[in-house]
T-cell receptor
Framework: DTAVSQTPKYLVTQMGNDKSIKCEQN?????MYWYKQDSKKFLKIMFS???????INETVPNRFSPKSPDKAHLNLHINSLELGDSAVYFC?????????????FGSGTQLSVL | EDQVTQSPEALRLQEGESSSLNCSYT??????LFWYRQDPGKGPEFLFT???AGEEKEKERLKATLTKKESFLHITAPKPEDSATYLC??????????????FGSGTRLQVQP
């Protein structure tokens, strides 16, 4: 069983389109995240959700909106896609109250905007 | 602003040739420093967390150490399966509630048989 799964693996789309990436975790964690990895391989936090409440939003354009229907899911919806949105997007989860904090990542969604 | 710089960007080793990867950081109060391994086409996989200067952690051929300004990931007698990108990340004390990690750009390690 995959701990953190995200779909699709690859997403190719035209500028201006709206798309969603889905993420599910079966670890029972209470916090989920979206990270963006750019062409230089830097991973940058976009959002995190803890018990359905948004607790981070790091200067991300409001075209990006996270949706969490329940504790196990955190989807990412992107409106009016732009060329600069092309990147690999990773979903992750963690348990807030554990001392040995570690993130569990999904395998990534490679988004290409043409 | 928190900053993480990793060096070298890429490293090629022969099997059995030990070496070290460097992670230099600036953070306003360190809560934790993290090492992850990332294979091509996959998400990062957790390796270690270090919380205070002088702390060391080991796992198989890997050993992570921490000072007040940098961390080293020592690889002893590496094997081809150790080939991956190794990512370093820090969490500031002020970010504890927000759980944000600041990542470096990684070191791409290639171990040749």
């Amino acid at each position: 069983d995959t701990a953190v799964s995200q779909t699709p693996k690859y997403l190719v789309t035209q500028m201006g389109n709206d798309k969603s990436i889905k993420c599910e975790q079966n670890l029972g964690h209470d916090t989920m995240y979206w990270y963006k990895q750019d062409s230089k391989k830097f991973l940058k936090i976009m959002f995190s959700y803890n018990n359905k409440e948004l607790i981070i939003n790091e200067t991300v354009p409001n075209r990006f909106s996270p949706k969490s229907p329940d504790k196990a899911h955190l989807n990412l919806h992107i409106n009016s896609l732009e060329l600069g949105d092309s990147a690999v997007y990773f979903c992750a989860s963690s348990q807030v109250d554990r001392a040995n904090e570690k993130l569990f990542f999904g395998s990534g969604t490679q988004l290409s905007v043409l | 602003e928190d900053q993480v710089t990793q060096s070298p960007e890429a490293l090629r080793l022969q099997e059995g040739e030990s070496s070290s990867l460097n992670c230099s950081y600036t953070v306003s109060g360190l809560r934790g420093l993290f090492w992850y391994r990332q294979d091509p086409g996959k998400g990062p996989e957790f390796l270690f967390t270090l919380y205070s200067a002088g702390e060391e952690k080991e796992k198989e051929r890997l050993k992570a150490t921490l000072t007040k300004k940098e961390s080293f990931l020592h690889i002893t007698a590496p094997k081809p399966e150790d080939s991956a990108t190794y990512l370093c990340a820090v969490q500031a004390l002020e970010d504890t509630g927000r759980r944000a990690l600041t990542f470096g750009s990684g070191t791409r390690l290639q171990v040749q048989p």
